[in-house]
């Protein structure tokens, strides 16, 4: 059995063998610490009885570990060059299937009913790429998929910002967003030295599931995304200002910004950071209300 494809000696032989050169527009940070990886795999809890999606292998650090762990492995590469390597360092898993492709374009739905046999949970874990860790994790909470799990290896500080309760600097319109639908914990940090090239930040291995129920049920799901994100654009702002420069600075507008707040027991002058996000929704009910 040759070393692990994530040890120091083993990645960089793999490297230099095919020329392959970063890319760091596509996030390329691989991860050389077996040890770690072990770790990811147990935050997510990964089993025989568990089918896992992976976007971005890289050269199959991550994937080495879950295909071990998994019934299946699906694992979505963009960069076309790293095919080849793949081939190569996985060929001893025939449990593991590497399509090319964009994980924010590709049909997901289609990739699981082609792969996966439907009897399997399914999860996901990966170590994302972090010039688009927002847009996959939308992505992944939008999708109508019913995965079990998502398990993801991100910067610290987007880790912090997803996990941020209110009157605190990282509360915004990302942890209310996720939060609202999704449990989410921070299972551990990882030094910017365990990867190859070092990327100039710390990172965090974040688990979500799904709740039940969301945290607040809205009845136009849009108008309440444009009132959080809205309410957050200056957060040294007060609310007010946000909310005329969202909605309008007309005076009927006003009025109706003036009652609707009166309505929720929200001050004009508070910061968003300040309302929960149940307040946040009975703002956007209420400003839903047709004026009277
Ligand atoms: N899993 C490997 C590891 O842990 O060492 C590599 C992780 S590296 C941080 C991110 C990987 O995502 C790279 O292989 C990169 O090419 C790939 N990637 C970047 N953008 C992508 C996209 N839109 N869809 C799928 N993969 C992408």
Redesign the pocket.
Known sequence: MPEHI?TPSRTNEILRRHGFRF?KS??????TNPKILANIVAAGAVTAADDVI??????G???EFLATAAHQVLA????PR?LPVLAETLAPYPNTTVVE????KADLATLIATHFDGQHAIKVV?????Y?TTPILMHLIDTPIAFASITVMMQKEVAARLTAQPNSKDYGSLSIGVQQHMDVAVAFTVSRTAFVPAPNVDSAIVTLTRRAEPLVTVRDQAAFDKLVRGSFVARRKTLWNNLINLYGKDEATKARLTTALAQVGVAPSARAEQLTISQFAALAEALAAPAR
């Open positions: 994530a890319k596509l996030g390329q940070n691989f991860l992976e976007i971005g292998p890289g050269i650090a991550l994937t979505l590469e963009v960069d790293l492709g964009d994980v924010l990966a170590n994302l790429p972090y688009i």
